[in-house]
């Protein structure tokens, strides 16, 4: 079975240095990855995607992710961070079921709150 | 493309009624997924619908059921509720295949008193 486990609940970083939110999956097959951020009393918004086509993903707002696969890892990863980037993050896997296709079930971490400081 | 939508955006229900949430995906997809979304338990898997077929069902109580129309456009239905049931609910739509992305709307949060 799949599953995704994130770090830490809370990181706290000041603006303009860097970000890291820490994701390892387990999975049996060649997972599909994503990163989604919530802020508060909004829906999720996709930050990126991982399918195997390239081990470093780029995604939206300057963020980016790299798959690992020896450390089972997806970790998220921004240069400098900004006020706006304050949200709750999550690292997500698909469920591929039992032949490695897609069966619209996602499995959420359970989330990492990023907060910035000025 | 207009995003996800869901309706109520709002909702205040009591012990043992009933409700309904709709939502309509994006133009053109045809999966639609509901989650659950708790402080305790974070964000779990309702129910999955492809062309008007339940696909995909998690470990949720009968009491949650949905269904797809053929515009794509899903409901879902909790009956008695419970205290326990106050959470935001999501839908997420997708094209509908393998590793299809899932696109979520803004989420109607439901209170139960």
């Known amino acids: 079975a799949q599953s995704v486990t994130q770090l830490d609940s809370h990181v706290s970083v000041s603006e303009g240095t860097p970000v890291l939110l820490r994701c390892n999956y387990s999975?049996?097959?060649?997972?599909?990855l994503f990163w989604y951020v919530q802020h508060p009393n909004k829906g999720l918004q996709l930050l990126l995607k991982?399918?195997?086509?390239?081990?470093l993903v780029k995604g939206i707002n300057g963020f980016e992710a790299e798959f690992k696969k020896s450390e089972t890892s997806f970790h998220l990863t921004k240069p400098s961070a900004h006020m706006s980037d304050a949200a709750e993050y999550f690292c997500?896997?698909?469920?591929?079921?039992?032949?490695?296709?897609?069966?619209?079930?996602?499995?959420f971490g359970k989330g990492t709150k990023l907060s910035v400081k000025p | 493309k207009a995003g996800v939508t869901q309706t109520p955006r709002y909702l205040i229900k009591t012990r043992g009624q009933q409700v309904t949430l709709s939502c309509s995906p994006i133009?053109?997809?045809?999966?639609v997924s509901w989650y659950q979304q708790t402080p305790g338990q974070g964000l779990q898997f309702l129910f999955e619908?492809?062309?008007?077929?339940?696909?995909n069902k998690g470990n949720f109580p009968g009491r949650f059921s949905g269904r797809q129309f053929s515009n794509s456009r899903s409901e879902m239905n909790v009956s008695t509720l419970e205290l326990g049931d106050s959470a935001l609910y999501l839908c997420?739509?997708?094209?509908?295949?393998?590793?299809?992305?899932?696109?979520f709307g803004p989420g109607t949060r439901l209170l139960v008193l």
């Open positions: 619908y492809f062309s008007e077929t339940q696909r």
């Open positions: 997500v896997v698909s469920d591929q079921g039992g032949y490695g296709g897609s069966q619209g079930n996602l499995i």
């Open positions: 133009s053109g997809h045809r999966s």
């Open positions: 991982y399918t195997s086509a390239a081990t």
């Open positions: 999975s049996s097959y060649s997972p599909s």
């Open positions: 997420a739509s997708s094209l509908g295949g393998a590793e299809e992305t899932q696109y």
